[in-house]
């Protein structure tokens, strides 16, 4: 009877489908368009489509996907081209498309291990090692930390017997800024906004570093002598003396020569 298994997708390599004459693919869709252009020997004007068919046939190449969907009305016209000359499915990737899919695959397997692996660290630091980082001081009585201190700075100071339960959670803490060639406005603006941070005041060291004598474009003052004028000094240290040190560089600019200022910054109202 001739019957026909039609529930079974016939495949094609791509070396087939070059062998075989006007058989072009779209999508991965096989199409015969012998039956085509036996009825249609000749071109049909003005019908893009037929004009297309007949370019991907003519120029010896069989996938005219880009062709068929690069224009809407192209487009629209795939599922009927499909339906009617349908052969078969394309069964093998080129190359190309093997590449770039294993391309895509690599990548996404190493995207996710990152993901994964920092999320997993992440769970482990707050889990395991931020407890040991935050902890509150052990409260003991005063006797044993007084003896534990005095065990440990004996040769120290003999005069300070300071304890983790006197010092609290609010650490001693430096904000350094350095400075190069701004202005009295730049750097009272950050002075100020470090000044007004929600902790203790006893507990915080303002450090301003000026990397040299340097007077930036706009300013009167050089930055030093703007940092100095902002400070409240203590009479002691109004005129310190200059001292060497080595700085990291070569030949004569290891030498170097700085002056050490304190004194009290009050922020404005």
Not at 10 to 26: C, K
Not at 35 to 58: E, Q, S
Not at 61 to 89: I, L, P
Request: charged content about 20%.
């Amino acid at each position: 009877m001739r019957f026909i298994n039609t529930t079974r997708r016939v495949g094609y390599d791509w070396d087939q489908v070059q062998r075989l004459n006007n058989y072009i693919v779209i999508d991965g869709n096989v199409l015969n368009l012998e039956p085509y252009m036996v009825k249609y020997p000749n071109a049909i004007k003005n019908d893009l489509i037929d004009k297309t068919i007949r370019k991907v046939i003519k120029s010896g190449g069989k996938d005219a996907t880009r062709y068929f969907f690069s224009k809407s009305d192209m487009k629209e016209a795939v599922k009927c081209v499909t339906d009617k000359y349908y052969a078969g499915n394309i069964d093998k990737d080129t190359i190309g498309c093997f590449i770039s899919s294993l391309f895509l695959y690599v990548s996404l397997v190493v995207i996710l291990g990152i993901v994964i692996t920092r999320f997993i660290m992440a769970c482990i630091f707050h889990w395991f090692i931020l407890p040991k980082l935050v902890h509150l001081p052990h409260k003991s009585d005063n006797h044993s930390n007084h003896s534990n201190h005095t065990r440990t700075n004996r040769n120290r100071n003999r005069n300070r017997n300071v304890t983790m339960n006197q010092v609290g959670n609010d650490l001693f803490t430096i904000l350094l800024v350095t400075c190069y060639s701004e202005g009295e406005v730049g750097i009272r603006t950050t002075c100020e906004s470090m000044a007004a941070t929600d902790y203790p005041n006893d507990r915080k060291l303002l450090f301003l570093i000026c990397d040299g004598i340097i007077t930036g474009r706009g300013n009167s003052k050089s930055t030093p002598l703007i940092c100095v004028e902002m400070m409240e000094l203590c009479p002691e240290f109004r005129h310190p003396q200059p001292m060497s040190y080595i700085a990291v560089a070569e030949g004569v600019n290891q030498h170097n020569m700085a002056k050490v200022y304190f004194g009290h910054f009050r922020k404005f109202l």
